[in-house]
């Protein structure tokens, strides 16, 4: 199989000419276009151009909001309550984000919650942010409830990420970005077209027992939390779920749990929750960034079970994929992404994502 | 089966005598007597009493400091540096978990990390210290290597806890209390002592690989992370261990991953690393226990899997314990942990626990 080979620059500027189409302000559009081409550049093509379409459907349909800024409500030295105004979920992460890091060179830490955001694309966008200036960072979202707590058999929860990022030496960081979810739910989706079975504990039927169908677990089934089943510590990843959901909706006075809309379904504004943390490492004991690469080369140098299959740090997958795209010059797209888009970019009068015909082997 | 019934006040005091009578200041023995009566009062019986013996040998033998207070090394407004003086990890708990509440009483967040502490009982113990005060609170620490990370053979990782409490409604809360660890080392000890299997996922051999016999993962192996293998997500799991790795041993600049000595060695000074965090919800969204009271509803009163297991909050196990304890009068303890914290209390002139012949039927 090939796939088409595009320039990011290029993809950025594609998003930014569909969303400025359909009323966008510029600079909203651009806050977009990096957050998805970020995601497709580490990798993470679930929360790139993959999901353009929804972001313009919710501007033009007025679900989302495409003019105004986010504005602090509450706020002390260390701490900001943000509205979101409904605005696109970059627009408000950066701004939370930007909040953060200034209480954090401040006062060493700042932790700031905002309601009446949207889908924000990949978690650790934001928690890489401090990184720049050399603090740790941290990102939080709820999501549309997809997730099955231990016992039950309704979705109450979303695959609510939690991303942590710490800087270590000579530009080298620790990046987590993960689902609290066993997996996401484009991986089910995935197993089910190619008609594979899924491991067990990936997800569970409308019963809410385990199951391995993935039909099951998309009928009227759920993903299950980090760890599965009960017996294999599945409660764990339960509680970090509704942890991600205290620190989001519950503290953001946002929609939470089953409250936050249907996932596909925009029916109504989203109101997403989340939270955003800088920690300034100059605060507490001096030399982190050389624990941080001693950490990480404690790891990385340890003889793994499979020599082929390296032991890796939180970040180094997404290290590698990004390596490759500039290796090869661009970001490897599925060429049925790249019609889609174009598709839907011809129906608001924006010119086509080119070339389209630069293939490269995967 | 029965246990033998001990009041939690005879408790107290019997481990108050034991820590004084070998050279413990009077209040940092009540001070660790307090967390480990509360760990076995929630039924963490590995957390309580059961490990007394290992904090009198810790002072009687001078590895870990009889007296003097922690220090605050570093400060701002919202963030903290505690030297912990290798003092008792309840004393250094303490000390930090109240700076971090003081400091959100003003700023809305106070991040605390230490150096120089020592095993610290329940990492729930520090965060619901914060719900006395309606804030959020969260603790975690650096432990001894027993976890190997994904793809690995060697224990690098401690089982890492995180916790998390919430207050809601009426004295009701929300109690995360996790290791980052599929399962606690403890677990798989039992399953060895009963020859039973263990399940896959919790363990594996010296060479890395996924085993279900707890013999193997005792004898050179190791516990797996949260998610078990990496098809199910135990990237996610090391992961998480990680973090918290990041926030004690390396913000605080204490020992680190493998530098941490091995579990039950006691030939050196710990110098773990912990980080305490108290955040308050006044200063973000009004409305915040109601919201968590509704949160925790949607999850206990969804209808269950099977009926006789109903869907849980995290705290409600420890909550089942604790009323059950009300209920008949004290802490039900096995007669050998009697005997054996008795034999011990000899050794060093103190008077045993008492009674020892009210047994309850378990």
Redesign the interface.
């Known amino acids: 199989m090939s796939r088409c080979l595009i320039s990011q620059l290029e993809v950025q500027g594609f998003i930014e000419r569909c969303m400025t189409a359909v009323g966008t302000k510029a600079h909203h559009a651009r806050s977009l276009a990096e957050v998805l081409v970020e995601g497709d550049h580490r990798g993470h093509y679930s929360h790139g151009l993959n999901r353009m379409d929804m972001y313009v459907k919710d501007i033009q349909t007025g679900i989302c909001a495409k003019d105004g800024e986010p504005e602090v409500e ?1 706020e ?4 900001a ?1 943000v509205d979101g105004k409904n605005l696109l979920g970059p627009v408000v992460g950066n701004f939370c984000m930007n909040l953060a890091i200034k209480k954090a060179k401040e ?3 700042g ?1 700031v ?1 905002a ?1 009446g955001s949207n889908h924000y694309g990949i978690a650790g966008y934001y928690s890489m942010q401090a990184l720049k200036e050399n603090m ?1 960072g941290m990102s939080f979202t709820n999501t549309s409830p997809l997730v099955v ?6 979705c ?1 929860l979303g695959t609510n990420p ?1 991303s ?1 990022a ?1 800087p270590a030496k000579d530009g080298d960081s ?1 990046v ?1 970005d ?1 689902a609290t979810s ?2 996401a739910l484009g991986k089910v989706e995935l197993h089910d077209r190619r008609g594979d079975t899924i ?4 997800g569970c039927d409308a ?3 385990l199951t391995t169908d993935p039909k099951r677990v998309l009928s009227g089934g759920g993903l299950l939390p ?3 089943s009960e ?3 599945g ?3 339960y ?2 779920g ?2 991600v ?2 620190f989001c ?5 946002a929609n ?3 409250h936050v809309r249907t996932w596909k379904v925009t029916d109504r504004v989203a109101n997403l929750g989340q939270c955003f943390v800088a ?3 100059e ?6 960034n050389d ?2 690469s001693d ?1 990480m080369s ?2 990385r140098g ?5 020599s082929d ?6 970040g180094d997958p997404e290290r590698t994929n990004m390596k490759k795209c500039e290796e090869i010059g661009g970001i490897p797209y599925h060429i049925n992404v790249v019609k889609y888009m174009n598709n839907c970019a011809e129906k608001i009068g924006v010119s086509p994502l080119l070339p389209c015909d630069k293939l490269v082997p995967m």
Chains 1, 2 share one sequence.
Request: proline share 6%; aromatic share 8%; hydrophobic share 45%.
């Open positions: 509450k002390s030295v260390a701490t309550l006062v060493g830490i932790w919650v309601h740790i707590p231990t016992r039950g058999k309704e109450t939690i942590v710490a620790f987590l993960m066993a997996v491991p067990e504990g990936w019963e809410g027992k980090i760890g599965g017996a294999t510590g409660y764990k990843g509680g970090l509704m942890m959901e205290m909706g519950i503290l953001a006075g939470y749990s089953k920690i300034n490492p605060n507490f004991a001096g030399g982190f624990r941080m950490l404690i790891h340890m003889e793994p079970v499979d299959s390296p032991v890796l740090a939180a």
